[in-house]
């Protein structure tokens, strides 16, 4: 079956630092998707990828949709103590005729202030 | 006011008990989801829905059931209740740009 391998599976960092983590695939995705989940809370999406090559910013989020369409990146840059969370990235293909959505392992962020 | 709400949020079960998990959205969402939560595992879809005459397995949904009782309301049952189902499990809708929104998730823990 279609597998994302999200990495690192967790991160240690000081609070000012940018982060980088990315996910990769054997399989080719029409969508990227990047989601935080703060404890006790579901997912949120963070930004949404769409067409291959494509660099999408929010504040200081910035993630690309790989150009072979089997991988993404996500960036955080001057990390702050908000920051703090599961990052989970989602890839999206169709199968069958129905859009299936498959999510990474998650990168878990802890910031030490 | 939050879009998709789960109750309950928190419930402890013993093995064999029967146990409903409910989702509610206002968001006017035709597709609904269950997905289960274990730690390192990611997210893995159980059921989902395209309205309310269109139920569809997921890739674990051996052990579940699903009711969509109305457009806005998606239940996911697990008639006899087993140790390995303890995890968080998350109900989410999707609007037409396919964009998935989440509900606050109901931990689950069964003894």
């Known amino acids: 079956g279609q597998q994302l391998n999200q990495s690192p599976q967790s991160m240690f960092i000081q609070e000012g630092e940018d982060v980088s983590m990315n996910c990769t695939s054997s399989?080719?995705?029409?969508?990227w998707l990047w989601y935080k989940q703060d404890p006790g809370e579901g997912p949120v999406l963070l930004i949404a990828l769409y067409k291959a090559g494509e660099l999408t910013s929010n504040g200081r989020l910035t993630a690309q949709f790989g150009i072979t369409r089997k991988d993404s990146f996500l960036n955080i840059s001057a990390s702050i103590p908000s920051d703090v969370g599961i990052y989970f990235c989602a890839g999206q293909l169709r199968i069958q005729g129905a859009q299936k959505l498959v999510f990474g392992q998650g990168t878990r962020l802890t910031i030490n202030p | 006011d939050a879009d998709v709400t789960q109750t309950p949020r928190n419930r402890i079960t013993k093995t064999g008990k029967r146990i409903m998990l409910e989702c509610s959205q206002t968001?006017?969402?035709?597709?609904m989801y269950w997905y289960r939560q274990d730690p390192g595992l990611g997210l893995r879809l159980i059921y989902y829905?395209?309205?309310?005459?269109?139920?569809n397995k997921g890739e674990i949904s051996d052990g579940y059931s699903v009711s969509r009782q109305a457009q806005a309301k998606f239940s996911l049952s697990l008639e006899s209740a087993i140790p390995n189902q303890t995890a968080l499990y998350f109900c989410?809708?999707?609007?037409?740009?396919?964009?998935?929104?989440f509900g606050p998730g109901t931990r689950l823990t069964v003894l």
């Open positions: 968001k006017g969402h035709d597709r």
């Open positions: 989410a809708t999707r609007d037409v740009t396919d964009t998935q929104y």
């Open positions: 829905s395209f309205d309310v005459k269109d139920i």
């Open positions: 399989s080719i995705f029409n969508t």
